[in-house]
């Protein structure tokens, strides 16, 4: 079983800047992708940023150039650090892990953690 806790949201004024991070904890193998969604009031959750074991990254349009996705193996640990934040950032947002094992791939998610960008 693989238990991930995010830390790191709340609420900040248009402009500023957070940084989640997300811990994984538990059977970790070594073919998996970090990522962080995240899911407004009334919309569907969405894909934010994508992070692979060796480093490779994919980011939303919506987010690219003020979002970076990175991690720490050694940590199991995956950061999202958010610059120039706008209010229509503001959302739930999740972390999520899916990796192959033996048994097929498997995913899981973490309990959220809440973000708003208000002034």
């Known amino acids: 079983q693989v238990q991930l806790v995010e830390s790191g949201g709340g609420l900040v004024q248009p402009g500023e800047s957070l940084r989640l991070s997300c811990a994984a904890s538990?059977?970790?193998?070594?073919?998996?992708?970090m990522n962080w969604y995240r899911q407004a009031p009334g919309k569907e959750r969405e894909l934010v940023a994508a992070?692979?074991?060796?480093?490779?990254?994919n980011v939303a349009d919506s987010v690219k150039g003020r979002f970076t996705i990175s991690r720490e193996n050694v940590k199991n640990t995956v950061y999202l650090q958010m610059n120039s934040l706008k209010p229509e950032d503001t959302a739930v947002y999740f972390c999520?892990?899916?990796?192959?094992?033996?048994?097929?791939?498997?995913?899981?998610w973490g309990q959220g953690t809440q973000v708003t960008v208000s002034s």
């Open positions: 992070i692979t074991r060796s480093g490779s990254t």
């Open positions: 999520n892990l899916r990796q192959w094992t033996t048994s097929g791939l498997l995913e899981y």
């Open positions: 538990g059977s970790i193998f070594n073919i998996n992708v």
